[in-house]
């Protein structure tokens, strides 16, 4: 039966990768929807089946079938950006910008998010994050500002998103508490106290952004990233085997409750600084 399971669900994501494959990065971002909604929404389906962990393992782990889920997962992101403009354009546009954000279909995830990314760390009402990777429509950011008083910079790579974010901070009134810059890890801010680092699920590349961290946060620093844990989801997660550094211990991970599927895990720079003459973060 297990086996029976595991070929038909394999064969969906192949089906799924036939009809996508081809599109280009353009295409899915400014290209008309109708062309290819239909089969992310099949995929948003097929991930969120209750399968067993092991069966995961195998499709995870399957050599030949790792660079498909791989192509997918960046076709996937690219989707979700597609729709995070399109919402945050809307927004800025909406007669009540709080009403029109409160109906994105994921804002109750972010909700949870925050909630666990403000208990994780321990943070307080006036306490600065920063956000590495806030993208067009920093949720996370808003979410903690909104419910529980937490300040933020957001960081963000590309100067399109960075103006639009920009745009609807301003539109939510919310430009005394959350600041959005161009930038990427180089960028954090050095003369400012920060309580907390967030990488964001799709910035990347983990590894080269976790190693600067190691080498310019100081001892005691905390920093909280997202991943996909259990089922199928983990097929999405591009960069699913990722270990932060040696420098960094994992002092809790939540777990996510519904409507949340990712796991926050947290760190905590645990190593005596080498050097005394190391830039200072806060």
Request: one cysteine or more; a negative charge; glycine letters at 4%.
């Amino acid at each position: 039966m297990k086996e029976n399971e595991f070929e038909s669900i394999k064969n969906e994501f192949l089906d799924i990768y036939a009809a996508i494959c081809d599109l280009t990065d353009d295409e899915i971002l400014n290209g008309p929807e109708d062309i290819f909604r239909s089969h992310f929404e099949r995929l948003q389906r097929l991930i969120a089946r209750d399968v067993d962990d092991h069966l995961a393992d195998e499709l995870l782990y399957d050599r030949e079938f790792r660079p498909i889920t791989k192509h997918i997962s960046h076709l996937k992101t690219l989707n979700g950006l597609k729709m995070e403009i399109k919402f945050a354009q809307s927004i800025i546009a909406a007669p009540d910008p709080w009403i029109a954000l409160q109906g994105f279909i994921y804002y109750p995830n972010y909700l949870r998010l925050a909630d666990m990314e403000y208990r994780g760390a321990e943070l307080k009402p006036e306490d600065r994050v920063v956000f590495l990777g806030s993208g067009p429509l920093p949720l996370s950011l808003i979410c903690l500002c909104k419910q529980y008083g937490v300040e933020g910079i957001g960081i963000e790579q590309v100067p399109e998103y960075v103006k639009l974010s920009q745009k609807l901070i301003e539109a939510l009134e919310l430009t005394e508490h959350i600041q959005i810059v161009q930038g990427n890890h180089f960028s954090l801010p050095r003369n400012e106290e920060c309580m907390l680092v967030m990488v964001a699920a799709d910035a990347g590349p983990k590894d080269e952004i976790f190693a600067h961290l190691a080498r310019t946060l100081p001892n005691g620093a905390r920093l909280s990233y997202r991943i996909y844990e259990k089922g199928l989801r983990r097929l999405m997660d591009d960069q699913a085997a990722f270990d932060p550094p040696p420098a960094f211990k994992e002092y809790l991970r939540i777990r996510p409750e519904p409507p949340v599927n990712n796991t926050s895990v947290f760190l905590v720079k645990n190593i005596k600084r080498q050097r005394m003459n190391l830039p200072p973060f806060g």
